[in-house]
């Protein structure tokens, strides 16, 4: 079908000369939109999935001149949570598991020893009967005073908005992708008409259907349009693994990790062919369309 010939000289007119390089550059941005969209959620689900049923308890700094005041608060902090409902667990983290917290602020070679670092104690709850965190805040800090609760769930909230924002966005690049595919096609097919006029009458005269002329034309646009989506995709590919790339020289735990599943890379790989299929309707209806006025 892609290679059979065609009655109408399409491929030298220039009706559709710019429309491959316009479908690129749509699908291309297409591309990257998913690709963000995939990343982000990943991202939040790796981290809701990571602090899913817990929450992290920050016992300050000993001042200066009362050594040992800062374990007798961890001690009274830990006796507090395990007589809590709904807490299961709850361990001061070690003084190498806060370096790793803290490196991708201050480095891998910054000197822990020496800063007044609060204490962190990671607790595990049972995710179906949580505690009243506000209740057992207040209690904390009677026990330990200058002690913080963090559930997590102020800046996860945050990151979960940001993250549905960023699938939004997607989505709604996707639909002005496809519009703006079949607003072209209208066009360069409308131009086509009227160039090929003559062409066209002549056809009908020995006895050419309608149904065949929009064949002719729904052929050209989907090769045009599959010749483009691939080029566009071919860029995106090539410019998400030069992201990955430069993600992974920065090495931070704080950026995403641009690795796309069998799936999805397969969903990117439908694009050329979702667009092609719509340039095709486009053009199949707008010839019908066109040709069904005329008198």
């Known amino acids: 079908m892609l290679f059979r010939r065609t009655d109408l000289p399409l491929d030298r007119d220039p009706s559709g000369r710019f429309l491959p390089w316009l479908i690129a550059l749509m699908v291309y ?24 049923g817990t929450f992290t308890v920050q016992v300050p700094p000993p001042e200066i001149g009362a050594p040992g005041a800062q374990e007798a608060a961890i001690d009274r902090v830990i006796e507090l949570l395990l007589d809590t409902k709904a807490v299961r667990s709850a361990e001061v983290l070690e003084p190498d598991e806060i370096a790793a917290l803290l490196e991708p602020w201050l480095g891998a070679g910054a000197t822990y020893g020496e800063l007044p670092l609060p204490a962190l104690i990671s607790v595990g709850i049972d995710p179906a009967a949580a505690p009243d965190y506000q209740d057992l805040a207040r209690r ?10 963090d559930d997590h769930q102020s800046w996860l909230g945050q990151l979960l908005d940001l993250a549905r924002a960023i699938e939004l966005v997607a989505a709604l690049i996707v639909i002005l992708v496809g519009a703006s595919a ?45 010749r483009g989506g691939v080029v566009g995709l071919l860029f995106a590919i090539a410019t998400v693994i030069l992201v990955a790339r430069l993600f992974d020289r920065l090495d931070s735990v704080l950026l995403p990790e641009l690795t796309l ?34 008198p």
């Open 261 to 294: 599943s069998p799936i999805e890379w397969a969903a990117l790989a439908m694009l050329p062919l979702a667009i092609a299929v719509v340039a095709m309707l486009t053009a199949r209806f707008t010839v019908l369309g066109n040709l069904g006025r005329m």
């Open 182 to 226: 079949i607003a072209m096609v209208i066009f360069a097919t409308r131009m086509g008409l009227a160039i090929h006029g003559r062409v066209i009458e002549l056809l009908h005269l020995i006895g050419a259907q309608d149904a065949y002329v929009a064949r002719e034309f729904e052929i050209h646009a989907l090769r045009l349009a599959l």
């Open 29 to 52: 941005l297409a591309a990257l939109a998913l690709v963000s969209a995939m990343t982000m959620g990943k991202m939040v689900e790796r981290w809701d999935t990571g602090l899913s």
């Open 140 to 149: 904390l800090a009677e026990a330990a005073p200058g002690t913080v609760l």
